[in-house]
């Protein structure tokens, strides 16, 4: 069913195979949102959700996260990301399981994706096609320092956590009063401040990006200030979150697999146990 409601999914790099797993159990009871917002991760699992591809995301990242055109870290010494956010996207022959932008195309959602352009804002793309999708996917996913910032029809962009690692904001200014929030950490997370040295690589590395540089050294104070706002309007009950149960321990770039194979079937469970109240919430007046 097409639920006239926003469905907000936050970012985290592998700790998006929860989101992957919540929203297979989504497709797998048939609920549908009219309008997906995705950063980083969360936007690279949108996509496979608007394209309706069960299964796609979690089966990418435990079938090739050993393949060095797919993640390397050898890639630093070639001076090339560490992550080919292309290879996502990339036709790899009828056996493979390709990117569906017919699905994604014949959806009835709207999709949006986050990025951080590096005047330091947030900007979004709406229901990109073809190349500018693989573009605005790219920008949004493109971590500070281990991605060059990429090129975008609204100017370079990174990582779109920089300045909204939980854009719900956005599902709010499209007028929503039905928002479902999938978190990548507890709802007691908290991140801390940046630290000296942090502070000092951001302004060395981005010197040509003086509000850049603002953003990403109060990404925390921002973050955190999301968190209490969502949690206020959670209590309120004008948003449903999902969020881990526990401490989420599968890194950025995560290796092995049987983690993250886990923390997918962690989030397709709990997404499975809460389905009756999440449509409840949903079909409310």
Known sequence: MLYNAALVLEGGAMR??????????????????????GVSAGALCGANFVSKQYGR???????????????????IIKKQPVVNLDFLFDDHGWDWNNFDEEAYQRSATDFTIVATSLAGKTVS????????????LKASSSMP?????????QGLCLDGGVTDSIPFDLAQAKGFDKIVVVRTR???????ATSPLLKRLYQRHYRDYPNFITAAINRPEVY???????????????????????PVKVGRLES???KIQ??????QAQAESLIPEIEKYLAKN
């Open 262 to 267: 886990a923390l997918y079937d962690e989030g």
């Open 186 to 192: 507890p709802r007691d997370y908290q991140k801390k």
């Open 145 to 153: 320092f281990l991605f060059d910032p990429q090129p975008t029809d």
């Open 125 to 136: 793309f709406t229901n990109p096609l073809g190349e500018k999708l693989v573009e605005a």
């Open 224 to 246: 955190n200030q999301q968190v209490a706002t969502l949690n206020q309007l959670e209590d309120k009950g004008l948003v449903y979150v999902i969020a881990p149960e526990n």
């Open 57 to 75: 995301m979690v089966h990418v990242n435990t079938h090739y996260r050993h393949d060095p055109n797919y993640i390397s870290s050898l890639n």
């Open 16 to 37: 998006g195979q929860y989101s992957a797993g919540v929203t297979d159990a989504f497709l797998k009871h048939h609920l549908e949102f009219k309008t997906v917002i």
């Open 256 to 258: 092995n697999v049987k």
